[in-house]
Structure formats: C-alpha cells, structure tokens
C-alpha cells in the first residue's frame, strides 16, 4: 500500500502561519490527486484542499485566500500553506491521496496519520 507521511503541524498564534507537507512513499505511482482534510471533535472531517494532476486547486470557502496547497516537482508530494491562522482552523489536518501506477488501484482512497494545528486565540 502508498503510505502517506504528514509533518509540520503544531502551534500558532492567531494572524501566525504554518506548512503542512505530506511525501507518498515508495515508487512506480504518481498521485492524480492529493488533499488535504480536517476533522474536530463532533464534526465530520472535511476537505480543506486539493489539487489534482494538472495542478488545478480547489478550496474550502472558509480558508480560500488564506491557504495555498501545491505539489512538489516529483508530483507526489503535497504541501499546504497556511496563513492568517484563526482559532477555528485548529484541528487534525490529514493528507489525501488517489495514484496510478504499480501497486496501486486508482479508485482507492489512501490517508496518511493525522497532524495537529492548533491556533490559540
């Protein structure tokens, strides 16, 4: 199976920013998609991000303008830039992605461990 590795959450004061990134491991696949999820006690997880194979992006109406999510040049590896941080973006942030390729099946949904952002207020 891809493993998805997420790093770069942690704390930040309100107006603060941070990078998310998350690097699919292992080779013969490509990501045709990857995003980035967030989820909070109570809530359903939902998406933040995404971007897909021709670099088109898509964003939550809440972070548009604020955030910025883009691929790394080997187009597997996926980063979200976060800024102007408010207390209600906190929560655990987890990285998404679909691939083709060896050893892979494209209707799959692959997940990488959760990372936590919290902004104080």
């Known amino acids: 199976q891809v493993q998805l590795q997420a790093s770069g959450g942690g704390l930040a004061e309100t107006g603060g920013s941070l990078i998310l990134s998350c690097a699919a491991s292992?080779?013969?696949?490509?990501?045709?998609?990857l995003g980035w999820y967030r989820q909070t006690p109570g809530k359903e997880r939902e998406l933040v991000a995404r971007?897909?194979?021709?670099?088109?992006?898509d964003y939550e109406l809440s972070v548009k303008g604020r955030f910025t999510i883009s691929r790394g040049s080997d187009k597997n590896t996926v980063y979200l830039r976060m800024n102007s941080l408010k207390p209600e973006d906190s929560a655990v942030y987890f990285c998404?992605?679909?691939?083709?390729?060896?050893?892979?099946?494209?209707?799959?949904?692959?997940w990488g461990q959760g990372t936590l952002v919290t902004v104080s207020s």
């Open positions: 998404h992605g679909r691939f083709t390729g060896w050893g892979v099946r494209p209707s799959d949904d692959y």
């Open positions: 292992g080779s013969g696949f490509i990501a045709s998609n």
């Open positions: 971007i897909d194979a021709d670099d088109r992006t």
